[in-house]
């Protein structure tokens, strides 16, 4: 008898909620045991092609998609276990250009490894970062992290080196390492993807940068939408104490960390890393005023390293192949790669890990393939919620922070979101005084009461009523909420209602609501 | 009377009488009106109460007092 | 006076040495390192436009008006939340600023009503003000928008309403309730636009865990939290700075008026007690000063079975000055005597022991203190060298440990509770020692490390327990004991005695000898521990051992002479340390100096210019004997319903029937004046000038607010009485009884109005060598040279549970009442307590078939009351627990006649009694039937 076929079905939840799960079972009952093992991996990123099923053949892993339940039995007597042709055939993963033109660091595993497989962790160069780090003090671990050039991930771009810098010369004890995997940017999930495919990058990445700052706790911040990822990241922890990853002595060494999960509750504004902190200490998720830094004076008023969940999974990577080899990747001040999140009305929507420098257009067309809907793309919104709308016109633009902070736009945590030409841009910018007047915490005038008062503005201006009195009063207003507000809710909101009011002035200029026709867009300069 | 006056002499049990009968007799006479140590001193000379041993060797201290 | 509208520097100080050099608008100024760049601009003179700052509270950043520009920083940050920098630029008024302040207010405007001409704080609301600041002119978004303008007011609390359509969210009500008081009984729900304010969980304030303080009140910068009173009468246009006459706290308070009405007291930022902080009796609970109850006019009568009848005060006084003579004449210079009150000014005091002393020529003197805090004065003055506590109340925020023993501070002393509570919050220590679980055990974001729930009565077998483990376990601080102690060896042989361990006393004690083991290491442990006491350590049979138990614990350990450490009085009524420092003792001349002292007696004869005889007088319980053997038969009480408040009610009423003369001087016709021959109606606090002295030792001045209502200020009836009975004794005004307490008394020779007037207030001892006063007392040697160790045997209390009465009845106090009510009863405080209750531990009633809320009888060997029951676990099984702020309720009735073996103050937290179900309930409410009314009887 020989030895099984390995099946790899993700049990990451963009999969599941396509059908891996039926999948994956009817693959189990039509076949025995003794013929096929099946890992539930994480996702490979390529969401249109989900659920993906991968067959490990001695050539390589071949990928079939996107696999419906009902394509299983068909697939099957196709030969599928060996390998063979099907319509629904990809050929070998590593060779699907999508994915090969792309450069997986943080994402070297995800898609890969079996997730709560510690085996496979350590098979695929897992915990060799830790190792390395212990090896250095942590005075050393801080410099290979500044040399990287890693910024925040989460959408502020701070230099995380600066941040364990300012927390390892803290001598205040204890420290904390708290993880905000609070991502509620719409069109966003890359966090979810990493904890759910290789929770354990996510664990090294923290003792990394416990040994690095002198901290004994951590904690991961989940929002309550990701039970999947919470329970993943949770049994993942188990394992990582019972192998003695987790808690005193780790690996051996001085040092000690214990990690707990904390589940948030569907407050957006939690994402901010003080209302998250406020949140984490059992209080409501309002957020503080800076200074104090939470660098300084975070959780529970103890120094604390606050990292987005891309962030340190990053981290690993840059320990194990040297501050220097990350730092090749990228453009400027902008170094390492952004795992951009392509969502909204995309043909291949996704995860692309890519170095910083390419281009929006790139992204949108060259891996995005357009619109879904086939029409042609109107707008796309970078960075969240709070991020600008940017034209067509822009597609030039290379993805680096600075770059984007000078179009009057931001990159985020990395995720777009697509629009065709159907879309209404005055809609849209109400949507963002909404969506802050939705989500606000209610602490800082601006936001409270300035994201209520743009809505309003926003829907008489879309009606004609003194239009030109009320642009300059919603002007005034975003600027009292940009230059006022105490964090980066209400101070970004009016980037998505300014650049709407600025690349599509049309929309605002309607007579009445619905009866505009449009005029026709540009097709996209690029298309792959 | 006798009760305020036992209660004190408790207070000092725990040392030597002799340091006892002192102590309660300075307390007396730096807290007691003197028509109390009076009465006190008249219930000493006539036994019919149960006044505490060393409420009786303070009364002979205080009477000493007195009487220099 | 005080200024209706004190400064308001935004943000808090950080006390420090260093500071900074930072321009704003050009101009230079050194500031402390560490505060904001609002509070640094104020200090120049530059006030920047701010709604959610106060210098009360930490900045928070929210309402966004205060926006300045930094040279070379990004944006425009807060100036509330951003500190200073050496070198750092900031512009406080640039046209940028000026929009985007105007923009923000705009944006408040839009969701606020436009009623500032009827609204209650039209010229006090800080929104109206910024408005005129900003320059607002227009509201581009109208006022059609989604907006609060409908939300309810809240009209729950009898003091205070919540108009919620005024709020503007800045939290710095919830911020007050947090930071300042500790409660945290306010937040804010919602989020967005959607956010309020809510009291609890969304109740009303009445209903919540709101405790009445006010600082939420104190803390609204618009009409939003408003007094009832301003709403009713109007904005007050003068204000008084004064001294609360609520408890030994001692809080200072700008009455604030119309006229002659006060419109409402506001605690006063500079209060050296109090630093802007209050509490439901001091912040709201004066209106019993314009009671319709008041007596106004002197009264007579010849028998007390007759009718009073209204007299002048020319005949009053010399009714009681002849009478006076006429009893001296009959029985004997010893046969009358006085009883000073600690609700009364030092002034006050002081002429009523110079009456007895001088123009009774007695020592027949004494005070209420007698049955609250006489063990401190002998037990601190054996061990330490003086009657008072060692701190001020600042020092708390440096103790590491805080030990409160027989002390329920949160409702007894609830502004300085706030105080502890803020230094437990940022990490502080506690260890509770008390048969109850009293709600700092417990409370939110705090909890005690040790709760020692000693059987009522052992306080001092738990002290020596603890002073064994410091000894037997190597943590005396033997470097302090050698320079600063006396009588050490023999003290540490004593209490290394198995006897003293913890296991050996655990069975008397009932606390567990491992706890008190970890409470004994954590206290000696600290770098600072602090001993905080109240009168669960002295109304005992052993209280004076107790107080010098602590004493010694606190010198084995060396926690004395410095900040944070210390064994500290929380005393109970406003000017208990003053009535004792001003000779109201019968052994003691002002300044705690004894009577047999020639030299002293000396000093007195020559200002007083008569004899002063050398003996100690009576105590209240030997007046009492006395009277009832017949050789006392005059008294004047100045302000203290001794047939209420003290012990044994019964004898007591026995004794005053017995008397040819009882003199009482009142605000109220009290259980007292029932058996008094002449009425002398009383002034109020808001009337009163002179001093009080608060537990730390400080002196506060009294300013009065209005003229005697009476007519005659209390002083000068005390000079005239004197004088009538032929001893000259005049003052032209208060600060002349001042001048003579500093001529004769050297702790005080410092002191007089006009420092006070200059420096607020003052800690005693201020003389020469300490011209400002005494923060920390025994700083660099005792005030008896060395501190003394005294051997503190442990005595069980004969007062016992027994077959017939098998249950301890403890008593002790609630927040929103004051000691026997005469006052708070008088006030909307009854909204909170209504009556006295009894609380039993759920066995005790199940034993008894008692259900929560029946009416039960309560009876010990000498009497029998009645009150309601209140099951709950606050109390161990076997002790019960009342209050006795209800004449009604009678609690003391049934306490008994043991007292403390070295003051004769009365074992008040002891008794053996049995509850019983008083008759069948018909139903568990308390006012369903008017035959469940508590009522109290007495026994033969």
């Known amino acids: ?489 209400g101070g970004l909101t009016p980037m998505p209602v300014q650049s709407a009011l600025r690349h599509f002035p049309d929309d605002f200029a309607k007579d009445s609501p619905g009866t505009r026709t449009r005029p026709a867009q540009l097709a996209p300069e690029a298309t792959s | 009377m006798v009760r305020l006056a036992n209660d004190i002499a408790a207070q000092f049990r725990h040392l030597p009488p002799d340091e006892a009968a002192a102590d309660v007799a300075d307390h007396i006479r730096r807290f007691w009106d003197p028509r109390m140590r009076a009465e006190l001193l008249a219930l000493a000379d006539h036994r019919q109460v149960d006044l505490d041993a060393g409420v009786l060797a303070a009364a002979e201290l205080l009477r000493e007092g007195v009487a220099r | 006076m005080t200024l209706l509208k004190e400064p308001d520097l935004g943000t808090p100080d950080r006390p420090g040495e260093a500071t900074v050099e930072v321009d704003i608008d050009g101009q230079q100024v050194f500031v402390p390192e560490g505060i904001s760049v609002m509070r640094a601009a104020a200090l120049a003179g530059i006030e920047i436009p701010k709604l959610c700052a106060t210098d009360s509270m930490e900045a928070f950043g929210s309402c966004r008006l205060c926006l300045v520009e930094v040279d070379g920083g990004r944006g425009a940050p807060a100036s509330c939340t951003t500190p200073v920098a050496v070198g750092m630029k900031v512009k406080t008024q640039t046209e940028k600023l000026a929009k985007l302040r105007r923009g923000v207010m705009e944006l408040y405007i839009s969701d606020h009503p436009l009623d500032c001409l009827t609204c209650p704080a039209n010229g006090d609301c800080e929104l109206q003000d910024m408005s005129g600041v900003v320059g607002l002119r227009d509201v581009r978004y109208g006022y059609a928008g989604e907006n609060h303008l409908d939300a309810p007011t809240d009209h729950s609390n009898p003091y205070f309403d919540f108009d919620a359509s005024k709020c503007i969210v800045c939290s710095r009500c919830v911020r007050a309730c947090s930071e300042i008081q500790g409660t945290f009984a306010l937040t804010i729900d919602g989020r967005g636009f959607d956010s309020k304010v809510a009291a609890s969980a969304g109740e009303s304030f009445m209903d919540s865990e709101c405790v009445s303080c006010g600082a939420c009140v104190q803390a609204c910068p618009t009409s939003t939290l408003q007094e009832r009173s301003v709403i009713d009468l109007g904005m007050p246009t003068r204000s008084v700075l004064t001294t609360c006459a609520y408890c030994g ?156 023993i027989g002390a329920n501070p949160t409702d007894g002393h609830p502004v300085f509770a706030s105080r502890m509570k803020r230094r437990l919050r940022q990490g502080a220590q506690l260890i509770v020692v008390d048969p109850r679980r009293i709600d700092m055990v417990r409370m939110p974001h705090l909890e005690a490390a040790h709760h020692l729930q000693l059987a009522p009565g052992t306080n001092v077998a738990v002290i020596n327990a603890m002073a064994h483990v410091v000894v037997t376990e190597g943590l005396v601080d033997r470097d302090f004991v050698a320079e600063r102690c006396e009588g050490f060896e023999a003290w540490e042989s004593f209490i290394a005695r198995p006897e003293h361990s913890p296991e050996a006393v655990e069975e008397i004690t009932r606390v567990p000898a491992e706890e008190l083991r970890a409470a004994a290491r954590m206290y000696a442990g600290a770098q600072n521990a602090a001993i905080y006491y109240g009168l669960g350590v002295t109304e005992h049979s052993q209280g004076s051992t107790m107080v010098m138990g602590m004493a010694n614990l606190a010198m084995a350990t060396g926690s004395i002479g410095r900040e944070g450490v210390g064994v500290n009085p929380l005393r109970g009524q406003n000017n208990v340390q003053g009535s004792c420092d001003m000779g109201s003792f019968p052994h003691e001349l002002p300044g705690y100096r004894h009577v047999s002292d020639d030299a002293v007696r000396e000093v007195f004869e020559q200002v007083w210019g008569r004899p002063i005889l050398e003996e100690p007088g009576l105590r209240i319980p030997n007046m009492f004997d006395a009277a009832l053997d017949g050789s006392f038969r005059a008294v004047f009480i100045q302000g203290e319903d001794i047939a209420q408040s003290d012990p044994n009610t019964r004898h007591v009423q026995a004794a005053l029937s017995a008397m040819d003369l009882v003199v009482v001087q009142d605000l109220f016709l009290n259980e007292t004046a029932k058996l008094a021959h002449v009425f002398l109606p009383g002034t109020s606090f808001l009337e009163k000038d002179g001093t009080f002295t608060n537990a730390e030792r400080r002196i506060n001045r009294v300013r009065p607010v209005m003229r005697p209502k009476t007519g005659k200020h209390e002083w000068q009836i005390i000079c005239e009485i004197a004088q009538a009975m032929g ?212 026994i033969d």
């Open chain 3, 249 to 404: 706290v001692g809080c200072s308070f700008k009455a604030e008026l119309r006229g002659d009405e006060v419109v409402r007291m506001v605690p006063y930022k500079d209060g050296g007690a109090n630093e802007g902080h209050s509490c439901v009796k001091g912040r709201f609970a004066f209106g019993y000063a314009s009671h319709p109850d008041r007596v106004m006019k002197p009264m007579m009568r010849d028998s007390i079975t007759d009718p009073w009848r209204e007299v002048e005060w020319d005949d009053a006084i010399g009714f009681v000055a002849s009478r006076m003579l006429e009893i001296q004449d009959k029985y004997g210079l010893g046969s009358i005597g006085g009883i000073t009150s600690s609700r009364c000014t030092n002034e006050e005091v002081y002429v009523v022991q110079k009456m007895v002393r001088a123009a009774f020529g007695n020592n027949n003197v004494d005070t209420c203190a007698r049955v609250c805090h006489s063990p401190t004065g002998y037990g601190l003055k054996q061990t330490f060298g003086t009657s008072a506590g060692t701190q001020d109340f600042k020092s708390v925020d440096q103790s590491d440990v805080m030990v409160v």
């Open chain 1, 1 to 489: 008898m020989s030895a099984p076929v390995t099946v790899y079905v993700p049990r990451d939840s963009a999969a599941r909620s396509v059908g891996a799960d039926e999948v994956a079972a009817r693959l189990l009952e039509a076949t025995s045991r003794d013929h096929v093992r099946l890992v539930r991996n994480g996702s490979r990123g390529m969401l249109w092609l989900e659920p993906l099923v991968e067959i490990a053949t001695s050539e390589g892993r071949v990928a079939y998609g996107s696999v419906s339940v009902d394509d299983v039995d068909d697939l099957l007597a196709a030969g599928m276990l060996a390998g063979a042709e099907h319509p629904k055939r990809l050929g070998l993963t590593d060779g699907i250009e999508w994915l090969s033109r792309q450069s997986r660091v943080t994402f070297a595993r995800v898609g890969v490894v079996d997730p709560l497989s510690a085996d496979d962790y350590l098979a695929h160069g897992g915990m060799t970062g830790l190792r390395r780090a212990l090896e250095l003090t942590p005075a050393e671990v801080v410099a290979e992290v500044t040399e990287s050039g890693l910024r925040g991930r989460g959408g502020a771009g701070f230099p995380a080196g600066v941040k364990w810098q300012t927390v390892l010369q803290t001598e205040q004890t204890p420290k904390y390492i708290c993880c905000n995997a609070d991502e509620g940017d719409s069109g966003t999930f890359a966090d979810r993807m990493l904890m759910e495919g290789d929770p354990y990058t996510l664990v090294e990445g923290m003792l990394v940068a416990a040994h690095a700052v002198g901290a004994t706790e951590g904690y991961v911040y989940i929002r309550s939408e990701y039970p999947d990822a919470a329970s993943i990241l949770s049994s993942a922890i188990e394992i990582a104490y019972a192998r003695g990853w987790l808690g005193q002595n780790v690996l051996g060494s001085e040092l000690s960390l214990d990690l707990f999960i904390r589940i948030g509750a569907g407050a957006y504004i939690c994402g901010e890393e003080t209302s998250m902190l406020e949140s984490l200490e059992g209080k409501r998720g309002e957020i503080r005023a800076k200074p104090p830094i939470p660098a300084l004076a975070g959780l529970f008023g103890q120094p604390t390293v606050v990292n987005n969940v891309i962030t340190l999974a990053a981290v690993p990577g840059i320990l194990s192949d040297g501050g220097s080899a990350y730092h090749a990747y990228g453009m400027e001040r902008s170094r390492g790669t952004q795992v951009f999140q392509l969502a909204g009305n995309i043909a291949h929507g996704g995860i692309v890990e890519t170095a910083f420098g390419i281009t929006l257009g790139e992204l949108v067309i060259g891996y995005g393939g357009g619109t879904i809907s086939g029409r042609p793309v109107r707008a796309v919104q970078v960075g969240g919620p709070l991020g600008a709308y940017l034209p067509t016109s822009s597609f030039d633009l290379p993805m680096d922070y600075e770059a984007f902070t000078a179009a009057g736009a931001m990159i985020g945590h990395g995720g777009l979101v697509v629009f065709d030409d159907s879309v209404d841009m005055a809609q849209q910018a109400r949507f963002a005084m909404e969506f802050c007047a939705e989500e606000s915490c209610g602490k800082c005038t601006p936001c409270r009461i300035g994201s209520v008062r743009g809505v309003e503005v926003i829907d008489r201006i879309i009606a004609g009523e003194d239009r030109e009195a009320n642009l300059v009063l919603l002007d005034d207003l975003c600027e009292v909420m940009t230059e006022g507000s105490l964090c980066a809710m």
């Open chain 3, 727 to 938: 001893y000259k004794m005049h003052y032209d005004n208060t600060s002349q009884i001042m001048d003579e307490v500093a001529a004769t008394t050297p702790t005080f020779a410092g002191v007089s109005f006009e420092l006070l007037d200059r420096v607020g207030s003052v800690q005693w001892p201020c003389n020469d060598k300490a011209p400002v006063g005494t923060p920390i007392m025994h700083v660099d040697g005792f005030v008896r040279g060395k501190g003394s160790f005294v051997q503190t045997a442990y005595v069980p209390t004969e007062e016992r549970s027994t077959r017939r009465f098998p249950l301890i009845l403890t008593t002790g106090r609630i927040l929103s009442q004051y000691n026997v009510g005469s006052q708070t009863r008088r006030t909307a405080n009854v909204a909170w307590h209504p009556e006295d209750v009894l609380e039993i531990h759920p066995h005790d009633a199940e034993d008894r078939g008692i259900r929560d809320g029946d009416l039960v009888s309560l009876a010990s060997r000498v009497g029998e009351t009645t009150l309601h029951a209140k099951i709950m676990d606050r109390m161990p099984v076997g002790v019960v627990y009342t209050t006795f702020h209800h004449p009604v309720t009678g609690a003391n009735v049934v306490t008994t006649e043991h007292s403390d073996w070295a003051t004769n103050c009365p074992e008040y937290k002891v008794t053996a009694v049995q509850v019983k179900l008083h008759q069948p309930a018909v139903s568990t409410s308390h006012s369903a039937d008017a035959a469940h009314e508590p009522s109290s009887v007495l």
